[in-house]
């Protein structure tokens, strides 16, 4: 079969087309035929080394064993079953939970041995993966592009919100709205939860779109009075950030929420490291929260929301496989409109 494989931590040039065998299921796998796979940072980071502090190393500190395939937002038709799967499986159309995990129920997001399919396990920059059997759902919507941008950013976004839990009523800032977890963030706030929204987004053509998916508000993270267009628009400080940037926009956040606000964090495109006076967290009561991922539960609920139009995909463009290269480029660029997909 066709795949790009990651073969060493580097740029883009360690991504290799190249002609595979077909793996074969286990006892409990399904062998899944790929249709689409969505791109996130994380297989871009697993490229760079770049979850490393300091080494190069994948997100788990024992690094990646190359060569390696990539992707890990997958929708695909299931050919073939293992041993001990039931025939009913074969001809599903399947959406991919992208992690194993010995963590128990609510905490498999958490669990110290949790493996990532494209970093520990092969994954969908390929024309088949396999795959265990009780990981694959039904698919959400009638369409595989359209049913594989959620895995990753969508769960992570899905789990942001259950944490903070936004009442209609409260305002939520979303940073890195128009990207692939923003986008989510936006979504689930305003149409799962009925929050307000204010987006920031670097150009601010994109206002019209975000307005659709559900932003009260959108600004520009490049304004030099964003602070006070928070405020304004608003009415007063926020009641919470969820926040995908890092240190370009974390001490505006901190800044514009209010006593007893939250800030959640789940990554760093706008920069890793940041200072931080600790007195604007403790006089302010702020709560922090990490969040990875999250739990197989949510993935369900949220497919569920997409099932019932609640969440809708949002998608900048599609590259053919063999264009993977092009593909984590286009990935990095600014002002894209959601996810990019591979299609083998
Ligand atoms: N914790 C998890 O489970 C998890 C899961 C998925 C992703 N992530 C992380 O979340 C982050 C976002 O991922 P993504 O897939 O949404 O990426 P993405 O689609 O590339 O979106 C990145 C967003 O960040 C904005 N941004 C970049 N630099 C900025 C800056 N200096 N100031 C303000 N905004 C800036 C971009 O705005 P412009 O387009 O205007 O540049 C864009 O909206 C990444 O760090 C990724 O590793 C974490």
């Not at 919470?240 to 959640?264: I, M, R």
Request: charged share 25%; net charge negative.
């Amino acid at each position: 079969m066709k795949a790009v494989q990651v073969i060493g931590y580097g740029d883009v040039d360690q991504l290799k087309v190249t002609d595979i065998p077909i793996p074969k299921p286990k006892e409990h796998e399904v062998l899944v035929q790929v249709k689409a796979c969505a791109i996130n940072n994380t297989e871009i980071w697993m490229r760079e080394g770049a979850y490393g502090k300091g080494e190069k190393s994948g997100w788990r500190p024992e690094g990646v064993q190359f060569p390696r395939t990539p992707g890990s937002d997958i929708t695909g038709k299931v050919v073939q079953v293992g041993s001990q799967v039931y025939e009913t499986m074969l001809d599903k159309d399947v959406v991919l939970f992208p992690f194993t995990s010995s963590g128990e129920e609510g905490q498999e997001h958490i669990a110290g041995d949790m493996s990532f399919i494209g970093s520990e396990y092969d994954g969908g920059y390929a024309e088949y993966v396999v795959w265990q059997a009780e990981l694959c759902f039904d698919m959400p919507l009638d369409d595989y592009t359209k049913s594989c941008v959620f895995s990753v950013s969508g769960m992570t976004a899905w789990h942001m919100v259950e944490q903070v839990k936004p009442k209609p009523g409260e305002t939520v800032i979303v940073t890195g709205a128009n990207g692939g977890v923003g986008s989510l963030n936006v979504q689930i706030v305003s149409n799962v939860f009925g929050a307000d929204v204010i987006a920031l987004v670097g150009d601010l053509k994109l206002e019209e779109h975000m307005k659709e998916l559900g932003a009260t508000h959108v600004l520009s993270y490049k304004s030099n009075k964003l602070e006070e267009e928070i405020l304004s628009a608003n009415g007063g400080p926020v009641d919470t950030v969820l926040d995908v940037v890092g240190d370009a926009l974390f001490s505006t956040s901190l800044n514009v929420l209010k006593k007893g606000g939250k800030f959640c964090t789940s990554g760093s495109s706008g920069g890793q490291k940041t200072e931080l006076d600790f007195r604007t967290l403790y006089l302010k009561h702020i709560t922090m929260y990490g969040s990875v991922l999250g739990t197989r539960e949510e993935f369900k609920r949220m497919l569920r929301a997409i099932s019932d139009n609640k969440i809708k995909p949002v998608i900048d463009r599609t590259f053919p496989l063999e264009e993977a290269k092009e593909a984590q480029q286009y990935f990095k660029k600014s002002g894209k409109k959601g996810k990019i997909v591979l299609i083998p």
